[in-house]
């Protein structure tokens, strides 16, 4: 067991203040993917559907709307978010920050440190780690953590099924503030080569079921079960749960290995209908529970990036919640709010189409 130094526990009590979430309208069904590639054969499906970003949206635009409904919540003065961090995998410039236009979107510049953040799919989880640390250090008052994605699969790989766009921003601050205060995180990292896109690649390559056993299982376990040693618990002391999501089976199967029950990871379980969001995919499915969760609820927050590493966070309700959650959009009506679009309409929408 690593040193109790590895624990991740801010010298000043933080928490989350306001949270949002935001997921596009358009839905693509798997079985519409499954009737181009394999002539209908639908056996085994990953999930139901994905969703799929309108022609006018992009990481950018969706960082915007769930920041505004993380201010909200939240109820503070933009000027004094101090930071503004968005882990993302698919931000629309390849030099151009994303966190410098989110920042001027909410109000938040010029007096702010803005950065955009890379780590696969955890990318969202390591800006609320660095959230946590300024304003557990007394550097900021406030800092605005996002994680989101509108992801890519290549045309007929299996990641086409799954590769999805939505997430969620956080604004942390003072425990004394918050609707859930985060106890402790725990960083568990090693050098995976599970999934990967040179630079100039249009879409990724994946190592097939290697990503699942050495890659996604391993450190999702050992990141969990490291913060729940150092903090004295095991899966029967949280209400809830959510793991990184990038199909139905995988958060599932490594929660059975855990300990926990299906009912303790079905509300924050999105990608059935919405796919795997990436950055955004454990963040929007925290917030999904956050939208559910009542006073004195202990939640456990695992995400996974490829590369590969899992941060793990032991997060507590206050009584400010039930409140404070009614004052913007909920990510089930975001959910709720689906239309249906074909193969076509897709491929159109995400540029598989070269037209010259």
């Known amino acids: 067991m690593p040193s109790s130094n590895a624990l991740l526990r801010p010298a000043k009590p933080v928490g989350i203040v306001g949270y949002g979430a935001y997921v596009p309208r358009y839905r693509l069904p798997a079985k519409e993917v499954a009737r181009i590639w394999t002539g209908g054969r639908s ?15 992009d990481v950018v635009t969706m960082s915007i709307e769930a920041a505004r409904n ?19 995998e698919s931000n629309p410039y390849a030099v151009k920050p994303t966190s410098t236009i989110v920042a001027e979107a909410i109000g938040a510049v010029p ?21 946590m640390a300024l304003v557990g250090s007394n550097m900021a008052h406030y800092a605005m953590a996002i994680g989101m994605d509108t992801a890519q699969g290549k045309p007929g790989d299996a990641l086409e099924y799954t590769a999805a766009a939505g997430g969620a921003a956080y ?6 503030e918050s609707l859930a205060v985060i106890e402790a995180s725990y960083s568990y990292v090693t050098d995976t080569p599970d999934f990967w896109r040179r630079e100039g690649q ?12 050495p890659a996604y299982f391993k450190h999702i ?46 509300p924050g379980l999105l990608s059935p209908v919405i796919g795997n969001t990436y950055a955004g995919a454990a963040l929007i499915g925290l917030t999904a529970t956050l939208d559910i969760a009542q006073p004195g609820d202990r939640i456990l927050l695992v995400s996974f990036g490829s590369g590969a590493g899992s941060d793990a966070f032991d997060i507590h309700v206050t009584e400010r919640l039930p409140q404070r959650r009614e004052l913007a959009t909920k ?26």
């Open 70 to 88: 993380a201010m909200k919540r939240a109820g503070v003065d933009p000027a004094e978010i101090r930071a503004v961090w968005v882990g993302s």
């Open 221 to 266: 376990t050992e990141a969990a079960k490291f913060l729940m040693e150092a903090n004295g618990t095991t899966a029967k002391d949280y209400k809830w749960a959510i793991f990184h999501q990038p199909n139905t089976k995988f958060p599932q199967r490594v929660a059975s290995m855990l300990g926990f029950t299906p009912e303790q990871i079905e």
């Open 171 to 176: 604004i942390i601050g003072p425990a004394e």
């Open 43 to 57: 056996g085994g499906l990953p999930i139901k559907e994905k969703a799929v970003p309108g022609l006018d949206e």
């Open 202 to 213: 249009k879409y990724p390559e994946h190592g097939q079921r290697f990503t699942g056993e």
């Open 331 to 356: 990510t089930q009506d975001y959910i709720a709010r689906r239309t249906e679009i074909d193969y076509a309409t897709y491929a159109r929408y995400r540029g598989k189409i070269a037209m010259k």
């Open 111 to 131: 007096n702010t440190q803005a950065a955009d953040w890379e780590f696969a799919c955890k990318a969202g989880t390591e800006a609320l780690v660095a959230a």
